[in-house]
């Protein structure tokens, strides 16, 4: 990760850049948040610009994948209370299929699917642990991520991959 001057505040253009750069991220996060695909490109585009807003903040107290990280876990969580009150069926769940690759195994598909929908029904707090770690994140950033012990980390972490295999094996 390239390293950006941490002045009062941190310039436009490198605000802009640093949007770019984990772009990925917050499409992965966002997906990982909603499964809907018009909901998960709006969460999109209210992390990325949350990001942007609050980089002028950063004050280099923290590395800038944590602080990064930690914005889109608030927006995350502030669209989870917006949409938590909402009944599932009232939108109609949409899958983005990709058209790039003819010879994608149906059966991999299915499996990634199932998984998808078992974690979408983990408990918050167990799946914001997960989505953190399928995102390469460390115990120790995740930890300051959520503002909680690194034991607690592990032990969210460990019920929620024990939740996994349970809901993924009622379903075989």
């Not at 889109?72 to 989870?80: K, L, Q, R, S, Y």
């Not at 991520?145 to 379903?171: C, D, F, P, Y």
Request: charge should be negative; proline fraction near 2%.
């Amino acid at each position: 990760m390239e390293q950006y001057a941490v002045t009062e505040h941190i310039k436009e253009q490198d605000r802009s850049h640093i949007v770019e750069t984990f772009w990925p991220q917050i499409r992965r996060a966002a997906k990982g948040y909603e499964q809907r695909s018009a909901l998960c490109e709006e969460l999109s585009q209210d992390m990325a610009f949350a990001l942007w807003r609050a980089l002028g903040n950063f004050d280099g107290q923290c590395k800038l994948n944590t602080y990064v990280y930690r914005v889109i876990h608030n927006v995350a969580v502030d669209h989870i209370r917006k949409y938590s009150r909402q009944k599932e069926d009232e939108l109609a769940e949409e899958q983005v299929h990709s058209a790039d690759s003819p010879e994608v195994n149906m059966q991999q598909q299915q499996q990634q699917q199932r998984l998808e929908r078992a974690i979408q029904q983990l408990p918050l707090s167990h799946r914001q642990v997960m989505m953190l770690k399928l995102e390469g994140i460390d115990t120790a950033e995740i930890s300051d991520v959520l503002g909680i012990s690194e034991a607690n980390v592990g032990v969210r972490l460990h019920r929620a991959k024990a939740q996994l295999t349970e809901q993924l094996m009622e379903k075989n």
